[in-house]
């Protein structure tokens, strides 16, 4: 790779673009190499396996061995290549951006927003463990303190292009804490992946916003009901409303809110 960019250089009228395009495109053919030096040091392994049990002169014992091995590196060699094909796919642009996380309630009653609270829970703890920022914007509970609606910002590496196929229904069947019984329920609940927008230039005037604040429900504690920590945004010109509680701080969630906000314009 190094050699061929010296050899770029000294062609005559290199414009500048040109360069940079050149130097993109290496720079992602070096991501592959190593995933390329590990098949064609199996592929070794297995011509020199191939020939130690074809060969007549070696002991039957040695062959055996020889065949079980050849075996193991066939199944490694097919991993690999996989791994490669899917590094030779097409990136999506919108891979290395953060997401949006949408999870509701679907059919099965309160039970379906326990499982949509399993889920919520589920994907906070897989945040946590990758290192990811893990922003709860809105939860909506059920009767039974389950999740009716609830939403998270994730910020990090490469979250999208991770968690984009999570998108769509998801069913369980399972006993459910609020079966008396013992029969068997089936609840759904949907999930939604969203891209976060790149950041542009957004106008949002005073005179277009309505900012209504009102008491928080759900948990907290005492602060929660006597605090006016919760926050409806209204934009008269889209009609978007936006609608946010945080347990501590008023202005915390009107400042959340707002942003969600120019998000949603772009």
């Not at 392994?45 to 020889?66: P, T």
């Not at 690999?80 to 796919?89: E, G, K, V």
């Not at 990090?156 to 459910?176: C, D, I, N, T």
Request: proline letters at 2%; a negative charge.
């Amino acid at each position: 790779m190094h050699i061929f960019r010296k050899l770029f250089l000294r062609q005559p009228a290199v414009m500048a673009d040109e360069f940079a395009r050149i130097n993109k495109e290496l720079s992602k053919l070096e991501d592959y190499m190593p995933c390329i030096k590990d098949l064609r040091a199996k592929q070794k392994e297995i011509d020199g396996l191939k020939i130690l049990v074809n060969d007549s002169l070696e002991e039957k014992e040695m062959r055996d061995l020889a065949a079980q091995e050849l075996q193991l590196r066939l199944e490694e060699e097919r991993n690999i290549q996989y791994m490669l094909l899917q590094s030779l796919l097409p990136k999506d642009d919108a891979d290395a951006r953060d997401c949006i996380l949408e999870v509701r309630a679907g059919t099965g009653g309160e039970e379906a927003s326990l499982f949509a609270m399993d889920i919520f829970k589920m994907y906070e703890r897989y945040a946590q463990k990758r290192r990811w920022k893990f922003e709860i914007v809105d939860i909506t509970e059920s009767e039974i303190r389950g999740y009716k609606e609830a939403s998270a910002a994730i910020s990090g590496s490469g979250v999208y292009g991770k968690l984009k196929f999570e998108s769509g229904v998801h069913r369980v069947q399972r006993v459910p804490v609020t079966e008396k019984s013992g029969r068997i329920h089936t609840s759904a609940a949907s999930v939604a992946i969203l891209p976060q927008a790149d950041e542009v230039d957004v106008q949002l005037r005073n005179e277009d916003l309505r900012i209504d604040t009102y008491r928080s429900g759900g948990a907290g504690g005492q602060h929660v009901n006597t605090t006016s920590s919760a926050v409806r945004v209204t934009h008269f010109p889209s009609g978007i409303v936006i609608t946010i509680q945080d347990e501590r701080s008023q202005h915390k969630a009107e400042s959340e809110k707002v942003d969600l906000m120019i998000k949603s314009f772009v």
